[in-house]
C-alpha cells in the first residue's frame, strides 16, 4: 500500500528525511529514501500474503509509521498526511489474495464503485463511482487518460492484460483540477511495470465453460534502463449461448534513467472478439462484437528541486458491432453492421514551483477526439473503407478538441494542510469561451491518530459521441447538448491505531445540465426518444471502510491474518420538469456492502473469502423472446461469495478459486444475467534473473 503514489511518476516516490515523532511534516532537508527499498521493508514485516484492504490514503499500518509518504493526489506534490481526500490503493498482493482475473471483479469490492458487467471476465464492463454514469469516470493507464470518447462502454478496453497490473488506484469524487475535464465523479489509474529487478514470469489457468488464459512477461533492467513486456491470450465457450470470447494483449513499458531525468516509452494493443448476447437489447440475443486498441505514449520527468512532467499520447479504438452475428437470421431491413473508429491525441505539462509560501503547479492539457463512423458523426462527402474490416465503410465522422489550463497552490503548517487550485477549459464545441472550475481541500490532524478532512470541487463531463449522434429506431442523439457540470462538497474522518484503520466520509453532488433521454408526456407513442440537458440530480452518500490486521490485534496467531469491511450508502433526487417523460429511472446502488477474510490453513497453503451485497434501485424491461412481450422488473437485491486457496512458494503460486460459490442468480443491467458457479485453477511462476 505504501510503494505507489497517486496517479504521478509512480517511480520516484521519495521519502523526505522524518523525525522522531509518530506525525511531523518533513522538512526541507534534500535527504531522500526511494520508496522501493522502505515498499520491500513493509511487505517482509506483513508477510507474503495479505488480504485485499481497501486502503485510502491514511490507512497507514503502525508497524511503518510514516505519515510522510508522497503521493500525488494535487497537481503539486504533497505528502500523504496532507490530503483532503478519499484515495483508495489496490496493491498486487492484495489482488492476488482475491479470487478476480478481471479489472471489474476486482473494482466489484471498492466501496462506492459500481461495476455493471455485460460479459464475463472484463469483457465489457460499465464502471461509475459515487452514483455517477459509466460516461463520467476517467480512465487512466499509468497516470495517461485512456478515456473513450465514443461511449463509456469502451473506456475499460485496457491495452494490457490483467496480470500486467501492479496496483490500481481510485480517486472517490470529481477530479477536474487534477486530471481536467470528464473526472466527472472520479478517477481510476492502472499501474504496470513498477518492479526493479529482472525476472521472467508465465501463467497459466483454466476453468469452466472451457476458459484458459496463457500469457508471460518480463522485466529487463540495469542502473540506466527498464523494460516491461507482456503477452497474453484468453479465451472461453462462454457460459451460456453466445457468450463466448478470445482476446488478445501486447505491451511494452519502458523507462531510461539519466540522473535526474527519466523518459518513458508505453505501447499497449489488445484484440477482443466476443459474443454479446443480450447486450444492449434482449430482443436480439445473438449480438457479435469486436474491438480493437492500440495505444502509445511518451513521457519525461525532471525530478530536480522544482519538478517538471510532460507527455504525449495516442489512442486509437475501433469496433465492429453486429446486432445479426454474421449475419444469421437477419431482418430485411438489416443492412450493415456497425463501424467505428476513434483517435484520440493528446499532449500536458505539469510545472511545479516549489517557494516559501508553499508549492505552486501550473500547467496544461491539450486533447484532440476524432471519430469516423457509419452511424455516429455528421454525413462526408466520400465513403472511406474501415481499416482491417472486409466490408466495413465509413458515411460520418466528427472531432473536438479539449484545452485545459491548470493553476494550483498548496501549503501546510504542523498538524494543517490546505490546497486551492481551479482548471480553466476551453472546447471547441462550445465556442471561445473558458469555463472555470475551481477546487480546494484541507486536512488537520487531530492527534496522532485521526484526522479529519473537507473539499470541495467542481466539474464537468463533455457529452460521448453517442450522446450526440446516436440515431436508432427508437432513438435520436442531440448534437447541441451542454457539457454536465457538478459541485460536490466532502467531509470525512481516519482512524489509524494498532491494527485498525477506519475510514468514515460523506459528500453531496449538485449536478446540473444532466444529459437524459426524454420527450414530452403528451407526445404520440412513436415519437423518438432524444437526449437534452433537461435533468438536476443532487445526490448523498456515505461510506465506512475498515481494516483490520488480526495478527497485530491477536498477537502470537499465525491463522488469522486480514479483515476487510466495507458498506456505502447513495440517495439520489432527481428534478423532472412538468410535462417531461424520462426514459431514466432512478438506478444506482442503494446500498452496497463488500467484506473479506484471509486466513492460513497450513504453511504455505491460505484461504481469502470476499463476499458482496448489493441492493439497486431501479427496475428494467424483461423481454420474452417466445412472445415478445415486456414485464417490468425491480432490481432484487443478491448477495455474492467467492473464495480463493493459495499454495505460495517464493518462485510459484499454485491457486484455485471459485467465483459465486452458492451459484446465485442475479444481474447487474438490465436481462443480463450473470455467470453461476465458475470454478478456476492456475499456477503462477516468477524466475529471476
Do not use: C
Given at each position: 500500500?505504501?510503494?505507489?503514489?497517486?496517479?504521478?511518476?509512480?517511480?520516484?516516490?521519495?521519502?523526505?528525511?522524518?523525525?522522531?515523532?509518530?506525525?511531523?511534516?518533513?522538512?526541507?532537508?534534500?535527504?531522500?529514501?526511494?520508496?522501493?527499498?522502505?515498499?520491500?521493508?513493509?511487505?517482509?514485516?506483513?508477510?507474503?500474503?495479505?488480504?485485499?484492504?481497501?486502503?485510502?490514503?491514511?490507512?497507514?499500518?503502525?508497524?511503518?509509521?510514516?505519515?510522510?509518504?508522497?503521493?500525488?493526489?494535487?497537481?503539486?506534490?504533497?505528502?500523504?498526511?496532507?490530503?483532503?481526500?478519499?484515495?483508495?490503493?489496490?496493491?498486487?498482493?492484495?489482488?492476488?489474495?482475491?479470487?478476480?482475473?478481471?479489472?471489474?471483479?476486482?473494482?466489484?469490492?471498492?466501496?462506492?464503485?459500481?461495476?455493471?458487467?455485460?460479459?464475463?471476465?472484463?469483457?465489457?464492463?460499465?464502471?461509475?463511482?459515487?452514483?455517477?454514469?459509466?460516461?463520467?469516470?476517467?480512465?487512466?493507464?499509468?497516470?495517461?487518460?485512456?478515456?473513450?470518447?465514443?461511449?463509456?462502454?469502451?473506456?475499460?478496453?485496457?491495452?494490457?492484460?490483467?496480470?500486467?497490473?501492479?496496483?490500481?488506484?481510485?480517486?472517490?469524487?470529481?477530479?477536474?483540477?487534477?486530471?481536467?475535464?470528464?473526472?466527472?465523479?472520479?478517477?481510476?489509474?492502472?499501474?504496470?511495470?513498477?518492479?526493479?529487478?529482472?525476472?521472467?514470469?508465465?501463467?497459466?489457468?483454466?476453468?469452466?465453460?472451457?476458459?484458459?488464459?496463457?500469457?508471460?512477461?518480463?522485466?529487463?533492467?540495469?542502473?540506466?534502463?527498464?523494460?516491461?513486456?507482456?503477452?497474453?491470450?484468453?479465451?472461453?465457450?462462454?457460459?451460456?449461448?453466445?457468450?463466448?470470447?478470445?482476446?488478445?494483449?501486447?505491451?511494452?513499458?519502458?523507462?531510461?534513467?539519466?540522473?535526474?531525468?527519466?523518459?518513458?516509452?508505453?505501447?499497449?494493443?489488445?484484440?477482443?472478439?466476443?459474443?454479446?448476447?443480450?447486450?444492449?437489447?434482449?430482443?436480439?440475443?445473438?449480438?457479435?462484437?469486436?474491438?480493437?486498441?492500440?495505444?502509445?505514449?511518451?513521457?519525461?520527468?525532471?525530478?530536480?528541486?522544482?519538478?517538471?512532467?510532460?507527455?504525449?499520447?495516442?489512442?486509437?479504438?475501433?469496433?465492429?458491432?453486429?446486432?445479426?452475428?454474421?449475419?444469421?437470421?437477419?431482418?430485411?431491413?438489416?443492412?450493415?453492421?456497425?463501424?467505428?473508429?476513434?483517435?484520440?491525441?493528446?499532449?500536458?505539462?505539469?510545472?511545479?514551483?516549489?517557494?516559501?509560501?508553499?508549492?505552486?503547479?501550473?500547467?496544461?492539457?491539450?486533447?484532440?477526439?476524432?471519430?469516423?463512423?457509419?452511424?455516429?458523426?455528421?454525413?462526408?462527402?466520400?465513403?472511406?473503407?474501415?481499416?482491417?474490416?472486409?466490408?466495413?465503410?465509413?458515411?460520418?465522422?466528427?472531432?473536438?478538441?479539449?484545452?485545459?489550463?491548470?493553476?494550483?497552490?498548496?501549503?501546510?503548517?504542523?498538524?494543517?494542510?490546505?490546497?486551492?487550485?481551479?482548471?480553466?477549459?476551453?472546447?471547441?464545441?462550445?465556442?471561445?469561451?473558458?469555463?472555470?472550475?475551481?477546487?480546494?481541500?484541507?486536512?488537520?490532524?487531530?492527534?496522532?491518530?485521526?484526522?479529519?478532512?473537507?473539499?470541495?470541487?467542481?466539474?464537468?463531463?463533455?457529452?460521448?459521441y453517442t450522446d450526440l449522434f446516436y440515431n436508432g429506431p427508437g432513438n435520436i442523439g442531440n448534437p447541441d447538448l451542454k457539457p454536465e457540470e457538478a459541485s460536490t462538497f466532502e467531509g470525512g474522518l481516519k482512524l489509524r491505531n494498532r491494527g485498525l484503520s477506519v475510514n468514515l466520509s460523506a459528500f453531496y453532488r449538485e449536478g446540473k445540465n444532466m444529459i437524459d433521454w426524454g420527450k414530452p408526456s403528451d407526445a404520440p407513442v412513436d415519437e423518438k426518444w432524444t437526449t437534452s440537458n433537461i435533468n438536476n440530480i443532487n445526490t448523498v452518500g456515505f461510506e465506512s471502510v475498515v481494516n483490520f490486521d488480526l495478527q497485530e490485534l491477536i498477537q502470537g496467531q499465525k491463522v488469522l491474518k486480514r479483515v476487510h469491511l466495507s458498506y456505502s450508502w447513495l440517495n439520489q433526487d432527481k428534478e423532472i420538469p412538468e410535462g417531461y417523460n424520462s426514459s431514466y429511472l432512478f438506478d444506482y446502488l442503494k446500498h452496497k456492502f463488500s467484506g473479506s477474510l484471509q486466513h492460513g490453513i497450513i504453511s504455505?497453503?491460505?484461504?481469502?473469502?470476499?463476499?458482496?451485497?448489493?441492493?439497486?434501485?431501479?427496475?428494467?424491461?424483461?423481454?420474452?423472446?417466445?412472445?415478445?412481450?415486456?414485464?417490468?422488473?425491480?432490481?432484487?437485491?443478491?448477495?455474492?461469495?467467492?473464495?480463493?486457496?493459495?499454495?505460495?512458494?517464493?518462485?510459484?503460486?499454485?491457486?484455485?478459486?471459485?467465483?459465486?460459490?452458492?451459484?446465485?442468480?442475479?444481474?447487474?443491467?438490465?436481462?443480463?444475467?450473470?455467470?453461476?458457479?465458475?470454478?478456476?485453477?492456475?499456477?503462477?511462476?516468477?524466475?529471476?534473473?
Amino acid at each position: 500500500m505504501l510503494e505507489n503514489n497517486y496517479f504521478g511518476n509512480h517511480n520516484n516516490l521519495l521519502f523526505k528525511k522524518w523525525q522522531g515523532t509518530s506525525y511531523a511534516i518533513f522538512n526541507s532537508l534534500n535527504k531522500y529514501i526511494k520508496i522501493g527499498m522502505l515498499s520491500a521493508m513493509y511487505f517482509t514485516l506483513f508477510g507474503y500474503t495479505q488480504t485485499f484492504a481497501q486502503t485510502d490514503t491514511a490507512s497507514i499500518n503502525r508497524k511503518i509509521d510514516i505519515e510522510e509518504v508522497q503521493v500525488s493526489a494535487r497537481r503539486t506534490p504533497a505528502i500523504h498526511s496532507e490530503i483532503g481526500r478519499v484515495v483508495t490503493i489496490i496493491t498486487k498482493k492484495e489482488i492476488e489474495a482475491l479470487a478476480v482475473q478481471s479489472v471489474d471483479q476486482l473494482l466489484e469490492h471498492v466501496a462506492h464503485v459500481d461495476v455493471r458487467q455485460r460479459g464475463p471476465l472484463g469483457i465489457q464492463a460499465d464502471v461509475s463511482v459515487r452514483g455517477g454514469s459509466f460516461d463520467q469516470v476517467m480512465i487512466l493507464l499509468n497516470g495517461i487518460n485512456i478515456t473513450d470518447p465514443q461511449t463509456g462502454h469502451h473506456s475499460l478496453n485496457l491495452p494490457v492484460d490483467f496480470q500486467s497490473i501492479q496496483r490500481v488506484e481510485i480517486l472517490e469524487g470529481p477530479g477536474a483540477r487534477v486530471h481536467g475535464s470528464n473526472a466527472f465523479s472520479g478517477a481510476i489509474n492502472f499501474i504496470t511495470g513498477t518492479g526493479d529487478e529482472s525476472n521472467i514470469s508465465a501463467n497459466v489457468m483454466g476453468g469452466s465453460h472451457g476458459l484458459y488464459n496463457i500469457g508471460a512477461s518480463g522485466t529487463f533492467a540495469n542502473d540506466k534502463i527498464k523494460s516491461f513486456v507482456a503477452v497474453n491470450k484468453s479465451a472461453t465457450d462462454g457460459y451460456i449461448d453466445n457468450t463466448d470470447f478470445e482476446v488478445y494483449n501486447l505491451f511494452y513499458q519502458g523507462q531510461l534513467n539519466l540522473e535526474k531525468n527519466q523518459v518513458e516509452l508505453q505501447v499497449g494493443y489488445t484484440d477482443k472478439g466476443f459474443g454479446a448476447n443480450s447486450f444492449y437489447t434482449p430482443k436480439y440475443p445473438n449480438q457479435y462484437e469486436q474491438t480493437r486498441t492500440t495505444f502509445a505514449s511518451l513521457g519525461y520527468t525532471s525530478t530536480t528541486k522544482n519538478p517538471l512532467k510532460s507527455s504525449v499520447y495516442w489512442r486509437r479504438h475501433q469496433d465492429r458491432f453486429e446486432l445479426y452475428r454474421n449475419n444469421e437470421g437477419a431482418a430485411s431491413w438489416y443492412k450493415n453492421h456497425n463501424y467505428h473508429l476513434t483517435d484520440v491525441v493528446g499532449a500536458n505539462i505539469n510545472q511545479v514551483i516549489n517557494w516559501s509560501a508553499g508549492k505552486t503547479a501550473i500547467g496544461g492539457d491539450i486533447r484532440s477526439e476524432s471519430i469516423w463512423s457509419n452511424v455516429l458523426g455528421l454525413p462526408m462527402n466520400d465513403t472511406l473503407s474501415a481499416p482491417g474490416e472486409e466490408n466495413g465503410f465509413f458515411t460520418k465522422k466528427y472531432s473536438r478538441t479539449n484545452s485545459s489550463f491548470f493553476v494550483e497552490h498548496s501549503y501546510s503548517y504542523n498538524r494543517f494542510s490546505f490546497s486551492a487550485g481551479l482548471m480553466a477549459n476551453l472546447n471547441s464545441d462550445l465556442g471561445w469561451g473558458f469555463d472555470i472550475f475551481p477546487g480546494l481541500d484541507a486536512s488537520y490532524w487531530i492527534d496522532d491518530n485521526m484526522k479529519i478532512y473537507a473539499s470541495y470541487n467542481q466539474s464537468l463531463r463533455m457529452p460521448t459521441y453517442t450522446d450526440l449522434f446516436y440515431n436508432g429506431p427508437g432513438n435520436i442523439g442531440n448534437p447541441d447538448l451542454k457539457p454536465e457540470e457538478a459541485s460536490t462538497f466532502e467531509g470525512g474522518l481516519k482512524l489509524r491505531n494498532r491494527g485498525l484503520s477506519v475510514n468514515l466520509s460523506a459528500f453531496y453532488r449538485e449536478g446540473k445540465n444532466m444529459i437524459d433521454w426524454g420527450k414530452p408526456s403528451d407526445a404520440p407513442v412513436d415519437e423518438k426518444w432524444t437526449t437534452s440537458n433537461i435533468n438536476n440530480i443532487n445526490t448523498v452518500g456515505f461510506e465506512s471502510v475498515v481494516n483490520f490486521d488480526l495478527q497485530e490485534l491477536i498477537q502470537g496467531q499465525k491463522v488469522l491474518k486480514r479483515v476487510h469491511l466495507s458498506y456505502s450508502w447513495l440517495n439520489q433526487d432527481k428534478e423532472i420538469p412538468e410535462g417531461y417523460n424520462s426514459s431514466y429511472l432512478f438506478d444506482y446502488l442503494k446500498h452496497k456492502f463488500s467484506g473479506s477474510l484471509q486466513h492460513g490453513i497450513i504453511s504455505n497453503l491460505s484461504a481469502t473469502w470476499s463476499a458482496l451485497y448489493q441492493d439497486r434501485v431501479g427496475s428494467y424491461n424483461e423481454y420474452d423472446i417466445e412472445t415478445g412481450t415486456e414485464t417490468l422488473k425491480e432490481y432484487d437485491p443478491f448477495t455474492v461469495l467467492d473464495v480463493k486457496l493459495n499454495w505460495s512458494k517464493p518462485k510459484y503460486t499454485i491457486y484455485a478459486e471459485a467465483t459465486n460459490l452458492l451459484d446465485k442468480k442475479y444481474t447487474d443491467i438490465g436481462q443480463l444475467y450473470q455467470p453461476g458457479r465458475w470454478i478456476k485453477v492456475g499456477i503462477k511462476v516468477n524466475i529471476g534473473l
